[in-house]
């Protein structure tokens, strides 16, 4: 059985998400309003939206890959969360990492939404971790070039 996702318009002109395609993972957001965002800054993306999402699950929102290749409009904090018990609008920061101000104009598809299962663990303080070949390495410890062995 197919789950369900419980919209709520909070705009009468905000956009019913949808997926474009059959085998899509994402579904789009639309802006309620336009926004201007400056070269280089970032700004809040209104969809006039709200969400029910079921307990074991997460919202997250990811950016449009046409948009950032395009005009260099991504989701500032990529992926963004929802957690399942939100009830307020969805709302989106895009930043602008082009040179170029950009607007995004009412209605304008802006960002996509998956819907990803959750795991909360249970924290356990211990004094030292289990040893592994990495260790500590980190930021870039194992390179970039492709392995030539």
């Given at each position: 059985m197919q789950p369900h996702l419980k919209v709520q318009k909070l705009h009468p002109q905000a956009i019913i998400p949808?997926?474009?395609?059959?085998?899509?993972?994402?579904?789009d957001f639309h802006a309620l309003?336009?926004?201007f965002i400056p070269a280089g800054d970032i700004g809040v993306v209104r969809t006039g939206l709200a969400m029910e999402i079921d307990q074991g699950l997460e919202l997250q929102i990811r950016p449009r890959s046409g948009l950032a290749l395009k005009h260099k409009i991504s989701v500032l904090n990529t992926p963004g969360t929802v957690d399942s018990d939100y009830r307020g609008e969805i709302m989106v920061i895009l930043i602008n990492h082009g040179k170029e101000d950009f607007t995004i104009n009412q209605g304008d598809?802006?960002?996509?939404?998956?819907?990803?299962?959750?795991?909360?663990?249970?924290?356990?303080?211990v004094a030292t971790?289990?040893?592994?070949?990495?260790?500590?390495?980190?930021f870039g410890s194992s390179g970039i070039a492709k392995d030539k062995s």
């Open positions: 949808a997926y474009q395609s059959t085998g899509a993972s994402g579904f309003e336009s926004t598809r802006i960002a996509q939404g998956v819907i990803a299962p959750i795991v909360q663990v249970a924290f356990e303080e971790l289990a040893q592994t070949a990495r260790g500590d390495k980190g």
